[in-house]
């Protein structure tokens, strides 16, 4: 069965600082890949995904992640964090045939110090 | 233009009613989808529907029922309401035809549903 793991609950960075968000899946074939942004109130955006191709992934608002078959990481990364940025983060992962089902991570809340 | 609604945004009711939530995609997408999401934003997928036609049904109670009167709406009906079915439950929709799982899915604004 696929599951999601984002070992950080909650991340405090300064603002104009660099930005790393982990994420782990479990899953015996090649997943897909998604991060989605939740900011206070509002659903869920999509910053980037990956499906197959160049393991590195640029996203929106100038976000990328990684995919590491060997690690079973797709860590969100992002090198000058803006106050904006302060949300929620999930990381996701889905298959192929499975209707679009997506399993989603349990969340990391970033605050962003001025 | 909101490319997903849902109405209502907010809905306290009282335990053992019934309530409805709405969602309308303007994107002519031919999948949709109902998500919950409890007090520890756990995100979690109950239904989707392709073009009409019942995808996905998670482990959910049969107190839930969604309907699709066309590929544009899906609703969300609950009966007898329960304390734990508080939660925001989020509306999705996207262009996936066919499963294949690698198309965005757009998110609705979420429904707070508070059951007392």
């Known amino acids: 069965a696929q599951s999601v793991t984002q070992p950080d609950i909650h991340i405090t960075v300064s603002e104009g600082a660099s930005l790393e968000l982990r994420c782990n899946y479990s899953?015996?074939?090649?997943?897909?890949l998604f991060w989605y942004v939740q900011s206070p109130g509002q659903g869920l955006q999509l910053l980037l995904k990956?499906?197959?191709?160049?393991?590195l992934v640029q996203g929106i608002k100038g976000f990328e992640a990684e995919f590491k078959r060997s690690q079973s990481s797709f860590n969100l990364r992002k090198p000058s964090v803006h106050w904006s940025d302060a949300a929620e983060y999930f990381c996701?992962?889905?298959?192929?045939?499975?209707?679009?089902?997506?399993?989603f991570g349990q969340g990391t809340e970033l605050s962003v110090k001025p | 233009d909101t490319a997903v609604s849902q109405t209502p945004k907010y809905l306290v009711t009282q335990m053992g009613n019934d309530k409805s939530i709405k969602c309308e995609q303007n994107?002519?997408?031919?999948?949709m989808y109902w998500y919950k999401q409890d007090s520890k934003k756990f995100l979690k997928i109950m239904f989707s529907?392709?073009?009409?036609?019942?995808?996905i049904n998670e482990t959910v109670p049969n107190r839930f029922s969604p309907k699709s009167p066309d590929k544009a709406h899906l609703n969300l009906h609950i009966n007898s309401l329960e304390l734990g079915d508080s939660a925001v439950y989020f509306c999705a929709s996207s262009q996936d035809k066919s499963g294949s799982g690698t198309d965005t899915q757009y998110f609705g604004p979420g429904t707070r549903l508070t059951v007392l």
């Open positions: 996701a992962v889905g298959a192929r045939n499975q209707g679009g089902k997506l399993i």
């Open positions: 994107l002519g997408h031919d999948t």
């Open positions: 990956y499906f197959s191709g160049d393991t």
């Open positions: 899953y015996g074939a090649t997943p897909y």
């Open positions: 529907y392709n073009n009409k036609e019942l995808i």
